[in-house]
């Protein structure tokens, strides 16, 4: 049941209206931001502060070499199908991990090393991880388990500036940083392709402008790969040619919004990794909610906290936080499952067992001695 239930889980990527979730980092000489939308058909979730010396593992039914782990770091996460199962987050080292959908994701054969999910990876990452290079070092230790049919890459960032994507190509780990990463940004197609693509432009040294102001401008056509290649080129020309007047908070909502599909993009985030705050929108797009990392308590025996991403409000918005109990995880689980299996998205029916042992997984976890 937990195999079917994996997969059902990430194939929902699949099923997207447009594929144009983005990803991409900022800096100026004195902070560094990471921006992400996140763009599906359902908008529930919530963010959760996770905490640090919790007993972890890998949640696998289909093989035996599990990945298991204690936390080192708290961060905070934006979830959809429960706690421990995040989109994305930023651990109190300043490390940033988001992921997105990528057809050409090829996972590793099984071999000798440890085995995880796909959206547990990056629980695993903002966990033990403070780097860019430790989370590429990982990758000798640790493989995303291959009987995911469906595949998601990541763009990841640290407190150092340091920024690299990860995608799995061929059954093997593939990664860009440093020189090889002209432009920190990520959508939905390779970073090879959609860097060969930009690369017809003024952005990156061609000879052309681009001649569309955001993606509402854009003539969709039937190439999937052509549309999500301008909604690079769309984020990429907003982060060079953005007005130097705003500050980089407001430059990376900037760039969010000129990527913004109304009805779609669930929700937009902007991680400030300088001074540990995050600020996000949910779907109204009406206001900027701020998390500050140094009102959380990330100590094992703290209560962990909740929020609902959609019914958020500026106001107060440590107030709006309910300690983490196992109904409210369930809820949030019932939500994404059922609406995807009632509208006939998820072609099969997950049982109400496999559902509810997804929904308890939390619950296994403990402490560490």
């Known amino acids: 049941m937990k195999k079917l239930l994996l997969i059902c ?13 983005t990803t991409f980092v900022l800096n100026d000489s004195a902070d560094l931001v990471y921006g992400r939308n996140f763009d599906f058909n359902i908008g529930n979730g919530f963010i959760v502060n996770n905490q640090r010396g919790i007993s972890k593992y890998a949640f696998i039914a289909s093989e035996t070499n599990l990945m298991t782990w204690t936390s080192k770091f708290g961060s905070i996460t934006f979830n959809q199908f429960g706690k421990e ?8 080292k300043g490390l940033v991990i988001a992921q997105m959908y990528l057809s050409q994701t090829k996972y590793p054969e099984i ?14 990452q903002l966990d033990v991880s403070s780097s860019v290079e430790e989370v590429i070092a ?21 407190s150092k500036g340091k920024t690299a994507t990860v995608e ?37 040294g061609g000879e052309k402008a681009i001649p569309w102001g955001n993606i509402h401008d854009i003539e969709w056509t039937n190439n999937n790969t052509l549309s999500v290649n301008k909604v690079f080129a769309t984020a990429a020309n ?15 909502f900037d760039v969010l919004q000129s990527v913004t599909i109304n009805n779609h993009t669930k929700w937009s985030t902007v991680f400030d990794v300088t001074n540990k705050l995050i600020y996000f929108k949910n779907e109204s797009h009406e206001e900027i909610i701020t998390l500050d990392f140094n009102d959380f308590d990330f100590e094992s025996e703290q209560e962990t906290k909740i929020l609902d991403i959609q019914t958020a409000t500026s106001d107060n918005v440590m107030n709006q936080f309910d300690n983490y109990s196992l109904d409210i995880n369930r809820e949030y689980v019932l939500k994404a499952f059922i ?15 496999a559902i509810e042992a997804h929904a308890r997984f939390p619950e296994t976890l403990k402490r560490a001695e």
């Open 9 to 21: 889980l990430l194939g929902l990527f699949a099923i997207t209206l447009v594929d144009a979730c």
């Open 168 to 204: 799995f190509i061929d059954g093997k780990m593939v990664y860009h940083k440093d020189e090889e990463l002209p432009v920190p940004l990520l959508t939905n197609n390779t970073y090879d392709e959609s860097i060969s693509y930009l690369q017809h432009f003024d952005v990156l």
């Open 238 to 252: 907003t982060m060079m040619k953005s007005q130097e007047s705003l500050t980089l908070i407001n430059k990376a």
């Open 138 to 158: 990982s990758d000798s230790i640790l493989r995303i388990s291959n009987e995911v049919p469906v595949g998601i890459h990541f763009l990841v960032c640290d």
């Open 339 to 353: 609406p995807l299996m009632e509208s006939g998205f998820i072609s099969v029916k997950i049982p109400d067992a």
């Open 111 to 124: 071999d000798d090393r440890r085995v995880i999910s796909p959206l547990q990876w990056i629980q695993y």
């Open 85 to 92: 199962f995040p989109y994305g987050g930023m651990n109190e």
